[in-house]
Nanobody, 124 residues
Framework: QVQLVESGGGLVQAGGSLRLSCVAS????????LGWFRQAPGKEREFVAA???????YYADSVKDRFTISRDNAKNTVYLQMNSLEPDDTGVYYC??????????????????WGQGTQVTVSS
């Protein structure tokens, strides 16, 4: 079992930055692929960014060149650095973990473990 707890959300003006963190506890963190997803009001949850257990990264086109995902296995933590934020980035951001890359690097919603989410609001 893996427990995930996100933090770092908040209210920011367009053009600003936030860094989200997700701390994991439970089973071996370093062997899991990790991802960030988001859900805007009235929309389905969508894929944002993923990082493999070996450090390879993958991004949704909408956040490429603005967001950076990273992980610190010693701290059991995955990060999402978000720069040049836009109002369309508003939503609840969730981290997820799975041993299957296809469940993390897509909007399939099939990841085994999910956090409770953290709210990000970008004002125009």
């Amino acid at each position: 079992q893996v427990q995930l707890v996100e933090s770092g959300g908040g209210l920011v003006q367009a053009g600003g930055s936030l860094r989200l963190s997700c701390v994991a506890s439970g089973r071996t963190f370093s062997r899991f692929h990790l991802g960030w997803f988001r859900q805007a009001p009235g929309k389905e949850r969508e894929f944002v960014a993923a990082i493999s257990w070996s450090g390879d990264t993958y991004y949704a086109d909408s956040v490429k060149d603005r967001f950076t995902i990273s992980r610190d296995n010693a701290k059991n933590t995955v990060y999402l650095q978000m720069n040049s934020l836009e109002p369309d980035d508003t939503g609840v951001y969730y981290c997820a973990a799975d041993r299957n890359w296809n469940n993390i690097a897509s909007s399939s919603q099939e990841a085994d473990y999910w956090g409770q989410g953290t709210q990000v609001t970008v004002s125009s």
